[in-house]
């Protein structure tokens, strides 16, 4: 008989992880194989992702690996490579994503009016676009399965207002749109879609933050548990929404923010240091 802790397992199940080389995605990869999965892992980086792999590897499953550029569009037939690899998929986590950045790899963090057009192309075309053409790749695959997930790494700035980011906030909303859409429109071939929207959380893409004192304690005082969110706890969500302990949740954006979208009116009395932002 199945214990409840039993349907968390993925036992034999085939698993894609995009943005796998590093920080969120590298830990959904090691909670995914944790829990059994035979696992395909995806990002630019093959040194970095060998990396991801020999951790896996440690869990008794050698994962295959199916670099791309997700920029070029073209790119998503990784999907293919790694179907054909497993011999199907019965889950898929896309993770990658990125911020708007300079060339020299620093976030640009500007108000709307402030930022390139160029930014804003490079951001949706990674975060939204390349989703769209993901999904389209998957669905074959996801359709013929007999129990499949997919679950997009939105996030809270998805959800709630985020000035200075709003190509990034645009982009994760629309993956929480793209989730609902799908979650309906192919609920019928068995495929339950989630969007995990996940607050402020220790990787290198917020380095810039978690990294600066007073940058990191004014954006902590705004999340009511006060602290970052670390890699293996979005890890812990994205094992929930891949495995059947969550086979009757579908088209939600599961919000793991510490808080942070939940209004308080002030009422909490949390202390506010000075904003450290100042908008041109
Ligand atoms: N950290 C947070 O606070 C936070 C909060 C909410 C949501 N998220 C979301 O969680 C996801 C992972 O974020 P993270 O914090 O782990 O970021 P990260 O440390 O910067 O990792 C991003 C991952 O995406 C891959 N990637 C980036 N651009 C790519 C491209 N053009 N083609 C293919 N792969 C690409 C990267 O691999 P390569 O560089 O090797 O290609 C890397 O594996 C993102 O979708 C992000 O928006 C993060």
């Excluded at 889950?91 to 160029?118: C, S, Y």
């Excluded at 006060?226 to 949740?249: F, H, N, Q, T």
């Amino acid at each position: 008989m199945n214990t409840t802790l039993d349907t968390f397992r993925l036992d034999g199940a085939r698993a894609l992880v995009t943005g796998a080389s590093r920080g969120i995605g590298r830990a959904v990869a090691l909670a995914l194989a944790e829990a059994g999965a035979r696992l395909a892992l995806s990002a630019r980086s093959e040194q970095a992702l060998k990396e991801t792999a020999e951790q896996v590897a440690a869990h008794g499953t050698e994962p295959v690996l199916v670099p791309g550029d997700l920029a070029d569009l073209a790119q998503a037939a990784l999907v293919d490579r790694a179907a054909e690899a497993l011999g199907g998929l019965d889950v898929l986590v896309h993770n990658a994503g990125i911020l708007p950045t300079r060339p020299d790899g620093t976030p640009i963090l500007l108000p709307l009016q402030h930022l390139p057009q160029r930014a804003w192309d490079e951001v949706l075309a990674v975060n939204l676009n390349a989703t769209v053409a993901i999904c389209r790749h998957a669905y074959p695959y996801l359709a013929a399965a007999e129990r499949a997930s997919l679950v997009l790494m939105s996030s809270v700035a998805g959800w709630i207002g985020t000035p200075m980011m709003e190509a990034y906030a645009a982009s994760k909303a629309a993956q929480i749109s793209l989730a609902r859409s799908l979650a309906v429109g192919w609920g019928r071939q068995g495929i339950r879609v989630n969007a995990l929207c996940p607050g402020w959380t220790r990787t290198d893409m917020t380095a810039f933050a978690h990294t600066n004192g007073p940058l990191s304690d004014w954006l902590l005082a705004h999340v009511p548990l006060g602290r970052w969110a670390e890699p293996a706890e979005v890890a812990a969500a994205a094992l929930y929404l891949a495995s059947p302990a969550s086979g009757y949740l579908t088209g939600q954006a599961l919000l793991l923010d510490g808080g942070v979208s939940v209004p308080d009116g002030g009422l909490a009395g949390i202390p506010k240091p000075p904003s450290p932002f100042a908008v041109p």
